[in-house]
């Protein structure tokens, strides 16, 4: 009987091993659907870290521009207020015929009461052929006004002495020029003026490049006609980008003075996505089973991050130096692979599963007692390093208004905190899941380099972001005593907030 | 002369492959349509030893395919290409029957009579689809002990590890599936005698 059961068996295998069917083309049609979806799952999940490292980016860049412009405009608030809240200018031009080009330097005078001379004129010509003005009116006074970012010239004219003209013209800025005239640019519109129900009035605005200046002809000037802010004259505008740049480099002049005199201390509180992979070399073992390319194959990198806190020392205008503390993750996944059983350091036999970072020894509890050569198969493998670093760098920075720009290079000292190695067996009808706390074959400290560049933009005295990108890569290798020599190497961008002590 | 000149094919069919092979690997969709027309036949016959009938086997098949072009890296050179096809449609097909609901067939094998029959004797009667029909009768839990054991050259000590049972349950299933196996070529040659 027993040898007529074995018979089956050979029948069975006989007649049926080398057998061929042929399948149905809808087969591969599904196999190729699969492929196409597998190909888009996996662009997907290759540019998925570079999509939020870029929205982060942008959101960064975004939130800096808007705080670095308000705190901006803050600034030219306190200080023009500083300097010129509510100053009065005299207008001895309106004394002189008003069809003439006519200039006259001002006399500002402060909130202290001192008068004091500026090299500011104010250029105006008025044609006022109306009902309203006749030629010869002249304003009582004209008063310079900035509140903020809100800057206006209001012409008072003498409600006693013509009724109908206007009690209030407001203008907007950069009527106060500094250069002389030059370009005349005549511009016709009347969107230029809001508040005037005289549409039938013609009105007319003559700017000039630079500087500019306004002109009303034929025009009735009525209370409370304005030139509103946003509907300055396009000529206009490159010149108050002047003014307020000029303004803005004294501004920058005086936040590099400051900045000179700010602590030469700061520290940084940073993260970093970093990119991560590695440069494994083959160690010179004639008895290896496994190579740098066969592992390099079966691994992925999966997101890695550094975070932690640097300080920084100014030793002078543009060098320094910094520290701190750091912490990295790696994580690194491995494709399914049959692990094969054999001794361990102790003797025990076990299976083991090598990697990049060194190799693992595990017993499953269904496997308990496995032969030398016995074999599992184990699903995807996760195995995740963390080291702590302490980096130090030389620093070369540059000053440009309120972005800060350097070059850093150093080394690190990293020292391992965490090996883990994580696996799924084959357990019959459940998958069997196993952890190696420690992974052998790692050195406890290796050192590696790094260079970056850093940018930073000044939010105020004591804050600025930092956006840096950094290269690290190892000087030594990770390994001792195993497969191959793995050195890490790794591209974050930095993104973190200087605060100054 | 013969020898040198098989040799050469030998080496060039190898030559061959493995540039098929790198090429599949770059994701060109036309080689790994070629690949696929090359083994599918052989893997299909693989698949429908696991599989209980045609449907679930190119299943099992889609998905093994799928698996060979996303290791295809992993592939070292080393052993038969066919030999590590077929390997992953195995794993496949056992994953698949993990997923699938096991449906414990209760068979009375005491009814079972015992021929005496001759291996030739019963090639030369029955079909080769009629075993393969045979086999894919037997109940999942039978049928992949035997698959195993027989087609895979498994020992009952691993088919246990692999499926998560006891070396004796491994023996006890591939026991009972020859039993019913036997039993079913004897009825299949009593039907065609009575023809």
Known sequence: ?501 | MDSVTINRNSTELLEHLRQLIQSCIGGNRFSQNRLYDQFAPKMLSVCMRYGKNREEAEEIMQEGFVQVFKSLHNFKYVGSFEGWIRKIMMYCAIQHYRANPKMYLVVDIENVTEQQICKEDILSRLQKKELLEMVQALSPAYRIVFDLYVFEGMKHREIAQLLGISEGTSKSNFFDAKKILQKAIANRLKVAENY
């Open chain 1, 1 to 501: 009987m027993d040898e007529n059961l074995h018979d089956i068996e050979d029948i069975f295998y006989s007649a049926l091993n080398d057998n061929e069917e042929t399948p149905s083309p809808e087969t591969w049609n599904k196999v190729d659907r699969r492929l196409d979806k597998e190909t888009v799952i996996s662009i997907k999940k290759k540019y998925a870290v570079v999509k939020r490292i870029a929205i982060l980016l942008l959101l960064l860049l975004g939130i800096s521009i808007y705080e670095g412009e308000r705190i901006s405009n803050n600034n030219l608030a306190k200080n023009n207020n500083s300097n010129s809240v509510d100053q009065k200018i005299s207008v001895p031009v309106f004394n002189k015929p008003l069809n003439k080009i006519t200039e006259t330097t001002a006399g500002i005078k402060a909130k202290s009461g001192k008068k004091k001379t500026v090299n500011k004129r104010i250029i105006m010509q008025t044609y006022s052929g109306s009902a309203g003005q006749k030629p010869g009116n002249k304003p009582d006074e004209i008063t310079y006004r900035e509140d903020g970012s809100n800057k206006k010239y209001i012409i008072q004219y003498s409600q006693s002495k013509n009724k109908n003209s206007a009690g209030k013209v407001r203008l907007t800025s950069a009527t106060v020029v500094n250069s002389e005239i030059r370009n005349e640019t005549p511009v016709e519109d009347s969107r230029y003026f809001k508040g005037n129900k005289n549409a039938m009035e013609r009105r007319q605005v003559l700017s000039l490049n630079c500087p500019p200046y306004l002109l009303f002809e034929d025009m009735m000037l009525h209370a409370k006609d304005s030139i509103d802010i946003k509907y300055s004259l396009p000529e206009l505008l490159p010149y108050k980008t002047n003014v307020l740049n000029s303004r803005n480099s004294s501004i920058a002049k005086n936040r590099m003075k400051d900045a000179e005199k700010l602590s030469r201390f700061s520290i940084t509180p940073f993260f970093s996505p970093d990119i991560a992979w590695y440069n494994l070399q083959d160690e010179n073992n004639n008895n290896q089973s496994t190579s740098a390319v066969d592992i390099e194959s079966k691994e992925k990198h999966e997101f890695s991050s550094t975070y932690g806190l640097t300080a920084d020392y100014k030793i002078n205008k543009h060098w320094g130096l910094q520290s701190g503390i750091t912490l990295s993750n790696t994580n690194i996944v491995t494709d399914p692979e049959i692990i094969y059983a054999q001794p361990d350091n102790t003797g025990n036999i076990k299976y083991r599963i090598n990697t990049s970072s060194g190799y693992g020894y595990i017993l499953p509890s269904f496997s308990a007692n496995p032969a030398t050569g016995d074999s599992l198969y184990a699903f995807i493998s996760t195995h995740s390093l963390q080291y702590i670093g302490i980096p130090v760098s030389a620093t070369y920075s540059i000053i440009k208004n309120k972005f800060l720009f350097g070059l850093r290079t150093g080394v690190s000292a990293n020292y391992l905190t965490k090996a883990k190695l994580e696996t799924t067996v084959e357990k019959g009808f459940d998958n069997s899941v196993e952890t190696v706390n420690k992974i052998q074959g790692l050195k406890k400290i290796y050192f590696s380099g790094l260079a970056g560049v850093d940018v930073n933009f000044q939010l105020n005295k004591k804050i600025s972001v930092v956006f840096a990108p950094t290269f690290r890569f190892a000087l030594n290798s990770i390994i001792k005593n195993a497969l191959v020599n793995s050195y890490p190497m790794t591209f974050g961008s930095v993104v973190g907030l200087k605060i100054g002590l």
